[in-house]
């Protein structure tokens, strides 16, 4: 099946600093998605993004498919923004496939 | 609308002992699915329903039961837990109907902690 990767594995900024996570995945896709896991949990869609580029607010992602590789921008970031960032693909199955997630922590 | 809720928010149970957790969606939506999370991993597909009375098995379905007799809910079973189960499992809904639109919006609840011990 498709794998996914995502880097780095864990990021510790400073409030107000900029970051780029990595998602890469092994076969073409239909779908990708990233989600935010915030520190209590709960799991927010951010962007369905499976070509081109998408912001919203601070945040941004782009897919560049032929290169099977999404990125997501965090500029300016907050406390607020800690948690793991997730993305997952869909490669013309039923269901996704996550990444293991890359655990960000924002430091005031 | 309380979207999608989960019950219990906390469980643990003895090796062999039977439970089911509970996932509800009050947004009427056709699709909905069992995930589990473990340290350092993303989630992965258990089962999934894409409504009533229709279900299918995800990526790791062993040990693990469904069914879905209404479009509202959609329990988890788990008939003789196992230690491996002990997990966050969380369920989720979408309103699409295809492949790719059918994941495009997927609403979670906010997860059950299972210990099995």
């Known amino acids: 099946g498709i794998q996914v990767e995502q880097s780095p594995p864990d990021l510790i900024l400073q409030e107000g600093a900029n970051s780029t996570l990595r998602c890469n995945f092994s076969d073409s896709v239909n779908n990708l998605q990233w989600f935010h896991q915030n520190p209590w949990g709960q799991l927010i869609n951010l962007f369905y993004?499976?070509?081109g580029t998408k912001q919203n607010g601070r945040l941004s992602a782009t897919t560049v498919a032929t290169e099977r590789y999404s990125l997501l921008y965090i500029s300016s970031s907050q406390t607020t923004d800690s948690g793991v960032y997730f993305c997952a693909v869909l490669n013309y199955g039923q269901n996704f496939v996550f990444g293991p997630g890359t655990r960000l922590s924002v430091l005031p | 609308n309380a979207g999608v809720t989960q019950t219990p928010k906390f469980q643990v149970l003895k090796t062999g002992q039977s439970m089911t957790l509970q996932c509800a969606q009050d947004m009427n939506h056709e699709y909905m699915s069992w995930y589990r999370q473990d340290p350092g991993m993303g989630l992965r597909l258990i089962h999934y329903?894409?409504?009533?009375?229709?279900?299918d098995q995800g990526e790791v379905p062993n040990g693990y039961n469904v069914s879905r007799s209404t479009t509202e809910d959609f329990p988890l079973r788990l008939l003789s837990a196992a230690p491996s189960q002990t997990s966050v499992y969380f369920c989720?809904?979408?309103?699409?109907?295809?492949?790719?639109?059918?994941?495009?919006?997927?609403?979670f609840g906010p997860g059950t902690r299972l210990t099995v011990t």
């Open positions: 329903s894409v409504g009533a009375g229709i279900t």
């Open positions: 989720a809904s979408s309103p699409g109907t295809s492949g790719a639109n059918r994941l495009r919006k997927q609403y």
């Open positions: 993004i499976p070509s």
